[in-house]
């Protein structure tokens, strides 16, 4: 097979960094869970900060596109290779580097998986909360590209409200230190807030310091059953209008229920129209107090409640939820996977509108996420085999936006803006708002070199 030029120049100029262009492995770096695939250039594996200043610099000089990579768990196509990329993976740099227990706070690799991390910080009694459901495989390098949320973002926020101080290179290859390792710091623009959430397009990150908390005492989980959808949306809203701020309240429809036990039988009830997964965390008799409040209010809406009684009947309960994603691509790998997010008391107005959706155009519409922070995942049920329902089911995206938006929501929560959401992103923002992002962008770019085709249609 030919060699490709630049190819050849990266091997002979960077002889101590591991690259590979053999067919495996561009395959295997080429899509995302976004299941669209891309075309590698190459890939490469950095070890050190070094290594990347090295990758970049050389990137800049020959006008080589490079897309950083974590774990390709993102669910919009933010990690695929366009513009014949080079993929650069964090699997190597992978460490906890430092903790630092008198000032709450640990210093990252980004290729360090999220619950790696969170086990070992529970194990010496602290707490990162941030949990996407892929927490088992994603990075944390990803998770701050994308500002990664997850059930606990209710009671705890997300991954920006951890991130402290981020070391990062620029495309051409400078490093910068942004951010703060205090508690407190206002001096100049956010640039660490700004990287947090800019999906690898501004520059790459090498090292990131989180704020980490200490673990909360006790932990209750409870699981309402509802024979009715829109009483379990009036029942987020009851809950935290009690004044009680649990730190889940996960959401899941009866589709969503009957595709993961199908995926993965942990016996989860069945003949329910939909189901609510609430966690409390803190001083066990605050917190026992509150699930009583809890059990009162979903039993005013007609729901049966079941407490998880040990810790693995809670972990069950958990695997579910975290395969419903992967439960659902099991039916249509080509499923159509949305973020919304609407203020809370709108969900069973939104709920209402899904349905009215589904049944107007005859495609199933399955409906799960974080109901606490109004924000839905949207599947679209849809095989691209069916060509015209495909073309159908797609069409039925920009009617979600537009219900989304007019009720005072946001397109993506969580999943970002990627590949796929990109041609909608004017529905959500003015020209003059984009006009300054894609400034900024510049900034940072001016040869366009880093995650290339992201963010703007
Ligand atoms: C989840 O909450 O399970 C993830 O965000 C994945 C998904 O939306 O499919
Ligand atoms: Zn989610």
């Given at each position: 097979m030919a060699k490709n030029?630049?190819?050849?120049?990266?091997?002979?100029?960077?002889p101590d960094i591991k690259i590979s262009k053999e067919p495996e492995d561009l395959l295997c770096y080429g899509f995302?869970?976004?299941?669209?695939?891309?075309?590698?250039r190459a890939v490469i594996w950095p070890r050190t900060t070094k290594d990347v200043v090295r990758v970049m610099q050389y990137a800049y000089q020959n006008e080589v596109p490079v897309v950083p990579r974590g774990a390709g768990t993102g669910m919009t196509?933010?990690?695929?290779?366009?513009?014949?990329?080079?993929v650069?993976?964090?699997?190597?740099?992978?460490?906890?580097?430092?903790?630092?227990?008198?000032?709450?706070?640990?210093?990252?690799?980004?290729g360090l998986i999220n619950g790696r991390l969170q086990r070992d910080l529970e194990h010496l009694g602290f707490f990162y909360p941030p949990d996407p459901a892929s927490m088992n495989f994603c990075?944390?390098?990803?998770?701050?590209?994308?500002?990664?949320?997850?059930?606990?973002?209710?009671?705890?926020?997300?991954?920006?409200?951890?991130?402290?101080?981020?070391?990062?290179?620029?495309?051409?290859?400078?490093?910068?230190?942004?951010g703060v390792r205090t508690s407190k710091g206002v001096v100049g623009y956010d640039l660490a807030r700004l990287l947090t959430g800019s999906e690898g397009t501004l520059a790459v990150i090498t090292k990131i310091r989180l704020r980490i908390l200490p673990l909360p005492e006790e932990v209750i989980t409870l699981l309402a059953m509802?024979?009715?959808?829109?009483?379990?949306?009036?029942?987020?809203?009851?809950?935290?209008?009690?004044?009680i701020m649990p730190r889940t309240l996960e959401f899941m429809d009866r589709e969503a229920i009957t595709a993961v036990e199908r995926y993965k039988a942990v016996g989860m009830p069945k003949d329910v129209e939909a189901l609510l997964l609430i966690e409390l965390d803190g001083h066990p008799s605050a917190i026992t107090k509150q699930a009583e409040k809890i059990a009162e209010i979903c039993e005013s809406l007609n729901a049966d409640i079941k407490i998880a009684e040990d810790s693995s009947a809670r972990e069950k309960l958990w695997e579910a939820r975290r395969a419903i994603s992967p439960a659902l691509y099991n039916l249509y790998p080509e499923k159509i996977n949305e973020d919304i997010v609407v203020p809370r008391d709108k969900i069973p107005e939104m709920l209402k509108g899904l349905r009215k959706l589904a049944e107007e155009s005859g495609i199933s519409i399955v409906n799960f996420g974080h109901a606490g922070d109004g924000n839905i995942h949207v599947n679209i049920m849809?095989?691209?085999?069916?060509?015209?329902?495909?073309?159908?089911?797609?069409?039925?995206?920009?009617?979600?936006?537009?219900?989304?938006?007019?009720?005072?929501?946001?397109?993506?929560?969580?999943?970002?803006?990627?590949?796929?959401?990109?041609?909608?992103?004017?529905?959500?923002?003015k020209k003059n708002e984009i006009d300054i992002m894609k400034g900024i962008k510049n900034l940072f770019d001016p040869k366009a070199i880093l995650n290339p085709g992201k963010i703007f249609a």
């Open positions: 030029n630049s190819m050849i120049r990266i091997v002979d100029e960077l995302d869970a976004s299941r669209i695939e891309g075309h590698a196509g933010g990690a695929i290779p366009l513009n014949r990329a080079m650069m993976s964090f699997e190597k740099m992978n460490k906890l580097v430092e903790l630092d227990t008198n000032n709450l706070n640990v210093i990252v690799e980004p990075t944390i390098g990803g998770n701050v590209a994308e500002n990664a949320g997850g059930p606990r973002a209710l009671k705890y926020g997300v991954t920006k409200d951890y991130v402290m101080e981020l070391e990062a290179v620029l495309p051409n290859g400078d490093v910068i230190t942004t509802f024979d009715n959808l829109e009483a379990s949306g009036k029942t987020v809203s009851k809950i935290i209008g009690a004044k849809a095989d691209k085999n069916d060509a015209e329902k495909y073309k159908k089911a797609k069409a039925l995206v920009k009617d979600i936006f537009s219900m989304t938006l007019s009720l005072g929501g946001t397109i993506s929560g969580e999943h970002g803006i990627g590949m796929t959401k990109a041609p909608y992103l004017s529905m959500e923002l």
